[in-house]
């Protein structure tokens, strides 16, 4: 029987020579491209070349399009026209996506794939899994989990190990560690991945531990993860076990490559071990960012201003993260100006600041106390896209307070969309320490009537203002609060607060009480509260009593040297006094100058106690004596109960007129003729004279007078004191 030979369509494309030739010539043109406009001709001439049907040709112009441009639209456009691409195809794309600077795009390629019918396999889900990770996106990446284990993938280690960086990404350690801990084969990424994700959850214990389990399962740390776990010990503050993991490093011979040696530097700078960070940064060659930066912040840290700049004038390279570390390291060791300096400097070299720099240049600021410098600041954050973080504008709140603008802190208070405890806790602290207490305690109230729970802060600032208020009985009640209402167990600040509004409401003995009775030793600052109680109201023997047991925790306190010195003199007990100085003069302790700032025309002007370097100290002393003379027609006369020295009554009162603040006011009084707001911080607690001196000025003069000093805020209007005479 004869068969029919069946005609078959004429092939398309048919792979003729010149074809061959042109598809050969179009991808060695793809290869060697070096730009995306580069690309897009070599698209062009595809087309021309009636090539486009080439799933190969196409891919690679996907692929390459990834490599050379940071947008992925173009990339996406053409595997758009490749009609059903083959899964491995559409896993590739996925592969490139997914390491790429918009992994959130791999989805549009899965919507395509779900949509279209084309087949997911378990290649598939690594891929989708690690570009969700990086985005956090944690609802689709429970999607992709359901599809995986719907199709039986979820068994599988690839997608087990995606799945737990996932979780642990996106912040479900704990679901992280179940799909860990359901793995048969967990190789030393897992394992990573695991520890990882616990260090960026913060549970640095947690990742000791699994590091500890994991060498039990007799699995090799690679360097990647050794340096992970020296985070982890560094992070929380883990000396003993960074300096096993360093000794593991010595004895298994792992060669300690720039970024290992990086990781050993930051762990013992982390943990305050300069010394020993030193001796292996000195050994580094060349010195990396990373191990200057670490170095920086330690010694910041640990208050060393000085070595720290050292390091920060030694980098050749530095990055935002270094000039917020050092901008940082001036802020937190009081040299605020010296930070918004550097900071000027940063802006001068056209380095953007990020929003750990701001949050560093707004602390220096509320240090600083200069209002018109967070003027400044605050229009800066708004010009440059910082305005609408919730970190900044709690930053915000704080640093107005500190400058002595209650009206601006509430105004961003208001404002403000989203708002967490921390914002609540700002403009709390921000009441008490302006002497507003009602507003306190009505915002406390209000944040818990909007279900936001109030933290140890937040009742720090809540009993700091009834304290300064004398509202003995409702902090009596908030602090009670704390455990019967929020499972809060009081800490040291907490019973500090209490001693002080005990204290300043003269019940010493209640004092006395709660400070024996308390579940914690007492530190400094607990005998500190009950010793300037005691000062104020005149107990000497209860406060010579706070003071030993204060020096017997801190032998060097200068506070405590001075109260016993000052109590001895009242008492005229001399041969104490001169005991007393003795001991300081051999322990070379010095009691701490009264020191005041007042800033004019973006100028920050500084005043010692009696000083006379100013370059206008001449007429400021000549301010001086006329604003004592205005003022004794209104009833001031000089307290020199405060002066504590063998002197005649009169080189007293010379000596309790030339306080800094007096000085500072003068200057004020004698250059801002404008009749605006004069603004002054302290760096001590401002005395009975100073206090009437600027009350009557206030009156006198018709002038509304801010002094910040080491406590709180006095607010002086027509002689009256915002803080009611009770400081």
């Not at 009833?635 to 603040?661: C, F, M, Q, R």
Request: a neutral charge; glycine letters at 6%.
């Amino acid at each position: 029987m004869s068969r029919t030979a069946l005609a078959l369509p004429p092939n398309p494309n048919p792979a003729t020579p010149t074809t061959l030739r042109r598809h050969h010539a179009a991808l060695s043109a793809l290869s060697s491209a070096t730009s995306i406009t580069h690309l897009k001709q070599v698209h062009a001439q595809i087309l021309r070349s009636k090539l486009e049907r080439s799933t190969s040709l196409l891919l690679k112009l996907v692929i390459s399009s990834c490599t050379l441009s940071s947008s992925l639209d173009y990339a996406l456009s053409v595997f758009n026209f490749i009609p059903k691409p083959e899964t491995h195809i559409c896993n590739r794309f996925l592969r490139e996506l997914s390491r790429s600077e918009e992994p959130e795009k791999t989805l549009l390629v899965y919507e395509r794939m779900r949509t279209q019918g084309l087949a997911v396999d378990r290649f598939s889900f690594p891929p989708l899994l690690k570009a969700l990770s990086r985005v956090n996106f944690l609802v689709e990446g429970l999607e992709i989990h359901g599809l995986a284990a719907k199709m039986g993938y979820d068994s599988d280690p690839f997608v087990q190990t995606g799945l737990i960086r996932m979780y642990a990404s996106c912040g479900w350690i704990a679901e992280a560690r179940l799909m860990f801990d359901k793995m048969f084969h967990r190789d030393v990424i897992a394992w990573s991945i695991m520890i990882d994700g616990y260090c960026q959850s913060g549970l640095f214990n947690d990742a000791l531990l699994l590091f500890e389990e994991m060498k039990n399962c007799n699995v090799k740390p690679d360097e990647m993860m050794l340096s992970t776990v020296l985070s982890a010990c560094g992070r929380a503050g883990n000396l003993s076990y960074g300096k096993m993991i360093h000794d593991f490093i010595m004895e298994n011979n792992i060669v300690v490559d720039p970024y290992l040696q990086s990781a050993l530097v930051t762990m013992y700078a982390s943990c305050g071990t300069m010394d020993l960070a030193l001796d292996l940064f000195e050994k580094m060659s060349p010195k990396n960012l990373v191990a200057s930066t670490a170095m920086v912040t330690g010694y910041s840290k640990l208050g060393q201003i000085e070595d720290a700049r050292s390091i920060f004038n030694q980098m050749v390279k530095k990055d935002v993260v270094c000039w917020s570390a050092m901008i940082s390291g001036y802020a937190e060791s009081d040299s605020p100006q010296e930070a918004l300096n550097l900071f000027n400097e940063m802006q001068s070299l056209g380095i953007k600041p990020d929003q750990v720099t701001m949050l560093s240049v707004i602390t220096a600021c509320a240090h600083l106390g200069a209002l018109d410098q967070a003027k400044w600041i605050h229009i800066f954050v708004d010009k440059n896209g910082f305005g609408g973080a919730l970190p900044i504008n709690n930053a915000l709140i704080d640093m107005y307070a500190k400058c002595g603008s209650l009206e601006r802190a509430r105004k961003i208070f208001d404002k403000m969309p989203r708002k967490n405890v921390i914002s609540w806790t700002c403009m709390i602290s921000a009441f008490a320490m302006h002497g507003d207490a009602s507003n306190a305690l009505s915002f406390f109230c209000q944040m818990k009537d909007e279900n936001i729970e109030p933290n140890g802060i937040t009742f720090v600032g809540v009993l700091y203002a009834c304290s300064h208020a004398g509202l003995v009985e409702e902090g009596r009640r908030i602090f009670n609060s704390m455990t019967n209402e929020h499972n809060i167990t009081p800490k040291h600040e907490h019973y500090g607060c209490m001693v002080d509004l005990f204290g300043r409401a003269n019940l010493l003995r209640e004092a006395l009480e709660l400070v024996e009775a308390m579940p914690l030793a007492p530190n400094v600052v607990i005998w500190g509260s009950l010793m300037a109680a005691c000062r104020v109201h005149g107990e000497i023997e209860l406060g010579e009593f706070a003071a030993k047991r204060l020096l017997e925790l801190d032998p060097d306190h200068n506070g405590a040297h001075v109260f016993l010195s000052n109590i001895y003199a009242k008492a005229r007990r001399w041969e104490d006094v001169g005991q007393v100085r003795k001991l300081m003069k051999h322990k070379r302790i010095s009691k701490e100058r009264g020191c005041s700032r007042i800033e004019l025309n973006n100028e920050i002007h500084e005043f010692l106690v009696a000083d006379r370097s100013h370059k206008h100290a001449e007429k400021i002393y000549e301010k001086l004596n006329e604003v004592v003379s205005k003022l004794k027609l209104v009833g001031y006369a000089p307290n020199t109960s405060g002066i504590l020295l063998d002197l005649e009554e009169e080189e007293k009162k010379e000596v309790v007129l030339w306080h800094s603040e007096k000085l500072a006011l003068c200057y004020g009084l004698m250059k801002d003729r404008t009749g605006s707001c004069i603004r002054i911080i302290k760096n001590l607690r401002v005395c009975e004279d100073c206090h009437t001196f600027i009350k009557l000025a206030s009156k006198v003069y018709e002038r509304e007078i801010v002094v910040r000093d080491r406590t709180r805020f006095h607010h002086y209007k027509d002689g009256v004191c915002s803080c009611k005479d009770y400081w």
